[in-house]
């Protein structure tokens, strides 16, 4: 009883975020005149680090030649570099320029204001609640995470 109890309240959170996640992207959909998934390629960069085209595009569930202009654009305007793997030549590595760090940067404190607005009315209480909630998924999903690692 208990198991189906969890799927159920963890699909009735998989809406309830998406529902969000909606609201959030209702905020300008361009921060400094890039597009959200330039955006987001971005700020992933700047928070993981360097990364191959293919693990990227798994992240941002998207096929590499998709992401291929996007990358192309990036190095164009110059916020991200490329660095072919000398170790196998077949391997692109892409990381964030300064300039794209300090974009990543903007943009984050962009997400981050609108989070804070999306919530803005939650009483002390709730909020409390919420964050003590997360904390407690956060650890339960990282071991989870380093379990399958």
Known sequence: MARKEFIRLFESNILIFDKLADKLKKDPSQVCGH???QISVLVRLYLKGRAKLKDIARSEFATAPNLCATFR???KDGLVARAV???DRRNTWYSCT????ELARKALDTFRLAIEKLFENLSREDEE???LSM??????LSNMELGNA
Do not use: A
């Open 98 to 101: 300064v300039d794209g760090e």
């Open 73 to 75: 654009k990036l190095e």
């Open 135 to 140: 904390k407690n998924i956060n650890k339960v």
């Open 85 to 87: 793997d000398e170790q």
């Open 35 to 37: 597009p959200r998934q």
């Open 129 to 131: 609640i919420l964050t």
